[in-house]
């Protein structure tokens, strides 16, 4: 079992940054692919960012492709969401999410574990 906490979301101006932070409990954090994932009012959940197990492959969705960047520090059990340049659409609540294997968009089966999920707003 992987717990998850997401923190750092809030209220910025367009063009301002956000660091979103996922807290995992457990000693096996280490193994698991992480990701990052985002719900609009109305719309589906949409991939955001993906990194792997190691650090060393990491994904962005196109929308966030320069904006976004996503890092881990698995001595801390905690992934990151660096968000610059933010626009109004990027407003949805994040969710990280943990898996043995590493998911990216489009893929058949979720995420096995999820957090609870941190509000982003962009004000234009």
């Known amino acids: 079992q992987v717990q998850l906490v997401e923190s750092g979301g809030g209220l910025v101006q367009a063009g301002g940054s956000l660091r979103l932070s996922c807290a995992a409990s457990?000693?096996?954090?280490?193994?698991?692919?992480m990701g990052w994932f985002r719900q609009a009012p109305g719309k589906e959940r949409e991939f955001v960012s993906a990194i792997s197990w190691s650090g060393t492959g990491t994904y962005v969705a196109d929308p966030v492709k320069g904006r976004f960047t996503i890092s881990r520090d698995n001595a801390k059990n905690t992934v990151y969401l660096q968000m610059n340049s933010l626009k109004p659409e990027d407003t949805a609540v994040y969710y990280c999410?943990?898996?043995?294997?590493?998911?990216?968009?489009?893929?058949?089966?979720?995420?096995?574990?999820w957090g609870q999920g941190t509000q982003v707003t962009v004000s234009s």
């Open positions: 457990g000693r096996t954090f280490s193994s698991y692919a």
């Open positions: 999410a943990a898996d043995r294997i590493l998911k990216l968009e489009g893929a058949s089966k979720p995420y096995d574990y």
